[in-house]
Every structure is written in C-alpha cells, then in structure tokens.
C-alpha cells in the first residue's frame, strides 16, 4: 500500500478552507502542537535521567538499583511521580502562605522556559531568537529568587539558611558561567544558538568549540554543576547541616516540584554544553551523502523522507551528546566528597571567576588580531 503525503496536504489545505480558519489561528495552534511536544519531550527525557542516575548509581556501588516497576525498573520514576502527587500537601502554619506556594513553581518554571531556545535540530527550535543564550541565562536568574522565596516563607531557620546557601551559591556561579558563554558568542560572532552551531559545523568535528575553548569548557562544567546542586556543590540541601535546606518544609507535590525542577535544569545545562562546545545536532558528514543516495534511489518524493529522516538524526545526534555530559554529572556524584560553604565559594569567586575572565579577555584579544 502506497501513501501519498501529497493527497493528504491537499485535504488538509480543503480541511482548512471550508473550515475558515485564519492563518494567526492556524500559527497559534501550530505553536500550542509544538510546546506540547516539547514538554512531553522534556517529561520523558526527565524521567529517562531519573532511571539512569538510580541504576549508573547502582552500578558505580555494586547494586542492582530499581528492578520491578516495569521492566528494568523503567516505571519506577513514573510511581515516585504518582506517590507524590497522593501525598498530603501541608503548608507551616506561621510561614508566609504566598511565598511558600509560589516558590516552587519560581523554581521549575525558568528552567523549562529555557527549552525553547535550543536547538535540536536544524530547524527543530521552538523559538530562534538572536539572543538565545543569554536568554538562558537571563531566565535561569530568576531561579536563586525562587529559593529565598521558598526559605524565607518556610519560617524555618534551616530552611532560610539553606535558601540563602542556595542563593548565594547560584549567584557565585551564574557569573563564571555568563563570561563562558560570552567567550564562545565572541568566537562565533552571534549569541544565537543556531548560529554558534552552525558555525561549528563548518569544519566538522575539528570545528567544535572544546577544542579551541578547553579551558572554558571545564569552566562551564563546573558551573553548571554547581548551578544544578550536583555532588560536590549539593550544599543548600547538606543533611548533616542544615536538615534538608529550603526543601525542610516541603510535602507531596511541592517537594516534588523542587525534586523535578533540578533534573530539567540538569538536563537543559547538558544540552548547552552540547550546543556550545560539542557542535549541537552535528556529526562528521561521511555518512550523509550515502543517506543520501539512499533515499534518492528509493523515489521522487525523496525530499521529503530524506527531510524527516535528518530531523530524527539531529534530534538524536543532540541527545546522545547532552547525555554523555550527564554520564560525567552521574559519576561526578559518586567520585568527589562534598565540599564545605567557604570552599564552594572560594572556588566560585577565587578560582573560577579569574579563569573565566582571563579566557574572555584571551579570547577577544584574539578576535580583535584576527580582524586585522
């Protein structure tokens, strides 16, 4: 049986007609279709991380990890998620009601919003502005706002100690990260996420930006570790410290709000790793005249399969990369002992703030003799 796409474009272009519907109407849906795949997209990828830290946690340990929610324990994320959501939702009865509620979603909102800037493909972005990254970065500021919200309306003093210990760690880390970020829109002359991986993806994997930005790189991974609350930097939460931080308070869906907010916020720092330093959606090119020439000798609309058939490679080329990064973030979990406040914050300011100003500085000296 043989599908012609083209009969039903032409239905659906009459479907439309008689139905009278305007194009705004037609580009508002179409946004709404694609903000629903992106947050079912996001939803999987989450509970896929969640699997893979319990059951590479188990293996770096020498334990099995979940089992029998599902086969290899792949619904064990998904019951976690349904227990939560049953769990009695209880609120101090001193704390400040607002705050208390609002902080959460202060918390969970920025980083999903974040997703709309990257590219996973090379036309699959929802939202391809010229400032993309430091749109993230932008948003992902809010986050720290979020977790005094949560620590102060808590009426908690470990809560409030662990909100400013979260707050004062964000801030440490979002500026070292803020200059990595700008060293590599120097190098590639946009801070438009499609336009840094393009610009990669000239020279193919020799173009990538880890090579010739090594030291921001490692910068960059250890910023966004610390910005995640990732083993070694998991301070705002320390139980032997300060009971569970800003979360002490917390129950049923709220504390899984906070639970969830950190592996998006994870898993969006993966993908930036890739769009900035790993070429995005872009492999070494040899294999793509062969595709090519695979779907030319298969039919006349190979325009169109081979089109869909790129969008699933980039799509998948892009997870690969952001999940070797969370390979490294998992293993980093389980090799490195917490760090204590005074050096967390000496290695934020002392250590990482230099480096990454002198790679700015370094970089854009190089910009400025190139151009002459």
């Known amino acids: 049986?043989?599908?012609?796409?083209?009969?039903?474009?032409?239905?659906?272009?009459?479907?439309?007609?008689?139905?009278?519907?305007?194009?705004?109407?037609?580009?508002?849906?179409?946004?709404?279709?694609?903000?629903?795949?992106?947050?079912?997209?996001?939803?999987?990828?989450?509970?896929?991380?969640?699997?893979?830290?319990?059951?590479?946690?188990?293996?770096?340990?020498?334990?099995?990890?979940?089992?029998?929610?599902?086969?290899?324990?792949?619904?064990?994320?998904?019951?976690?998620?349904?227990?939560?959501?049953?769990?009695?939702?209880?609120?101090?009865?001193?704390?400040?009601?607002?705050?208390?509620?609002?902080?959460?979603?202060?918390?969970?909102?920025?980083?999903?919003?974040?997703?709309?800037?990257?590219?996973?493909?090379?036309?699959?972005?929802?939202?391809?502005?010229?400032?993309?990254?430091?749109?993230?970065?932008?948003?992902?500021?809010?986050?720290?706002?979020?977790?005094?919200?949560?620590?102060?309306?808590?009426?908690?003093?470990?809560?409030?100690?662990?909100?400013?210990?979260?707050?004062?760690?964000?801030?440490?880390?979002e500026i070292p990260l803020a200059l990595c970020v700008l060293s590599i829109s120097l190098l590639s002359g946009s801070l438009s996420t499609v336009d840094i991986v393009d610009n990669q993806s000239k020279y193919g994997i020799c173009g990538w930006n880890i090579w010739r930005q090594p030291i921001g790189f490692i910068a960059f991974f250890i910023s966004s570790l610390a910005e995640c609350e990732r083993l070694p930097f998991d301070l705002p939460e320390a139980e032997e410290e300060s009971v569970a931080g800003y979360q002490t308070e917390y129950s049923g869906i709220k504390f899984g709000l906070f639970y969830v907010g950190s592996y998006p916020n994870l898993l969006v720092s993966s993908l930036f790793v890739t769009v900035l330093y790993l070429g995005g959606w872009d492999l070494p090119a040899i294999i793509y005249p062969g595709i090519?020439?695979?779907?030319?000798?298969?039919?006349?609309?190979?325009?169109?399969?081979?089109?869909?058939?790129?969008?699933?490679?980039?799509?998948?080329?892009?997870?690969a990369k952001s999940y070797l990064f969370l390979f490294a973030s998992i293993l980093t979990r389980w090799t490195l002992p917490r760090v204590r406040i005074d050096q967390l914050l000496d290695l934020g300011w002392k250590f990482l703030l230099p480096v990454a100003l002198g790679n700015l500085l370094l970089t854009a000296s190089l910009q400025l003799l190139s151009l002459r």
Do not use: C
């Open 1 to 173: 049986m043989i599908i012609n796409i083209e009969v039903f474009v032409e239905l659906g272009v009459k479907l439309i007609e008689k139905l009278k519907i305007s194009s705004d109407s037609i580009e508002s849906i179409q946004t709404l279709v694609y903000i629903l795949l992106l947050a079912t997209g996001v939803t999987i990828g989450v509970l896929v991380i969640v699997w893979l830290e319990r059951k590479i946690s188990a293996g770096v340990q020498q334990r099995i990890g979940p089992e029998y929610a599902g086969p290899l324990g792949i619904l064990q994320s998904l019951s976690d998620g349904i227990k939560l959501l049953t769990k009695e939702d209880t609120i101090p009865s001193r704390g400040d009601t607002w705050l208390f509620n609002i902080g959460p979603a202060m918390v969970v909102v920025p980083a999903l919003t974040s997703f709309t800037v990257i590219p996973f493909g090379k036309d699959v972005i929802l939202a391809d502005i010229g400032t993309g990254v430091f749109f993230w970065i932008a948003v992902s500021s809010i986050t720290p706002l979020g977790l005094l919200m949560a620590g102060y309306g808590s009426n908690n003093k470990y809560s409030f100690l662990g909100g400013l210990r979260a707050a004062a760690q964000s801030i440490s880390y």
């Open 292 to 319: 090519n020439q695979f779907f030319l000798s298969m039919n006349a609309n190979h325009n169109v399969y081979l089109g869909a058939f790129e969008v699933v490679v980039n799509i998948i080329i892009t997870s």
